[in-house]
């Protein structure tokens, strides 16, 4: 597996664990009304555990001179790139549909809503990016050029 | 309309230079280990200067490695 390949997994796996998060501090906050702080202190550290141990792993070469990247690696991340890129367009529109029919032409939302809904837009699009890397690699990764 | 494909001889000269492994020919063609297992299952075209290289790390001509290849559909 090479460092392209082990970051979409990486972000795969982060945006996985951000959207089980928010789950979980949704359920706290909205249904059970209260903190549950040491499950939230053995979260934070597993988290922190699983991402240093994450990048231990990105960074660990096959060989000592092997290429971080090359050419086929670029072709892929540039597709994956143009692929959460449109997904974003598609969201931010699909967002803004939503909230014309939910509140109106002219109502408004608070500020955490807002920067909730970029939050989501983000790692949506972190996930986008990690899956359309790894479709890319599991189908051969197209065609190189020049 | 004619459509192509590009066929190698990799896995072959691979083995007859001595078993050379596909970390070792990476390696000598600068690109990762996954890319030659793409090249080699025809699953990935490469460029030019990557197929000139790969041909270079078997010191034979290119033609011996890569031969394009049209199918009729």
Redesign the interface.
């Known amino acids: 597996?090479?460092k392209t390949?082990k970051s979409a997994w990486f972000g795969l796996v982060a945006t996985l664990a951000f959207l089980l998060l928010s789950l979980f501090l949704f359920i706290e906050i909205a249904i059970l009304k209260k903190m549950l702080l040491p499950m939230n202190l053995l979260g934070a550290t597993l988290l922190f555990g699983l991402g240093v141990a994450s990048v231990i792993f990105i960074c660990k070469k096959?060989?000592p001179?092997?290429?971080e990247?090359?050419?086929?690696?670029k072709l892929i991340q540039t597709r994956a790139i143009v692929v959460s890129f449109i997904s974003v367009g598609l969201l931010l529109a699909l967002t803004c549909l939503i909230l014309r029919f939910v509140i109106g032409i002219s109502g408004t939302i608070t500020v955490w809503e807002f920067t909730l809904i970029n939050f989501f837009v983000f790692y949506v699009a972190l996930l986008v990016y990690s899956v359309a890397v790894l479709i890319q690699?599991g189908?051969?990764?197209?065609?190189?050029?020049? | 309309m004619a459509r192509g494909e590009v066929r190698n001889n990799i896995r072959r000269l691979r083995f007859e230079n001595g078993e050379m492994t596909q970390?070792q020919l990476?390696?000598k063609a600068?690109?990762?280990?996954?890319?030659i297992i793409?090249i080699e299952?025809s699953?990935?075209?490469?460029?030019?200067?990557?197929a000139f290289k790969i041909a270079k790390a078997f010191d034979v001509p290119i033609g011996e490695v890569f031969q394009y290849q049209q199918d009729s559909l």
């Open positions: 597996m090479n390949q096959q060989s001179i092997e290429v990247t090359d050419e086929r690696d690699y189908r051969g990764g197209g065609d190189g050029k020049g | 970390q990476a390696d600068g690109v990762t280990r996954q890319t793409a299952a699953k990935y075209a490469p460029s030019l200067t990557l």
